[in-house]
């Protein structure tokens, strides 16, 4: 019983350290999305005349990153509930 009893806190400690291993991909996504607009901004800075070529590219850049980060936060939940 007590052996049984300490498996299943390994297993809720690895749940636990896998979760918040996986919402470290939650920093890169605010990052990959900060450096998205700081060349949007410094692309606009440069020839406003490209602006709206340039918001374009960085909308898709801001999804693609944030996808990423959503990816990681789902795997997240998935160790935490799913397993």
């Not at 019983?1 to 979760?19: C, H, P």
């Not at 920093?27 to 900060?34: D, K, P, Q, S, V």
């Not at 959503?70 to 795997?75: A, E, Q, R, V």
């Amino acid at each position: 019983m007590e052996k049984i009893k300490f498996d299943m806190q390994l297993v809720l400690a690895g749940k636990y350290i896998g979760s918040g291993i996986a919402t470290i991909g939650l920093l890169g996504a605010g990052i990959g999305i900060a450096l998205v607009f700081a060349a949007l901004i410094n692309g606009t800075a440069r020839n406003p005349s490209v602006r709206a070529t340039l918001f374009t590219y960085a909308i898709l850049g801001f999804a693609l990153s944030e996808a990423t980060g959503l990816f990681c936060l789902m795997i997240s939940f998935l160790l935490l509930y799913a397993v």
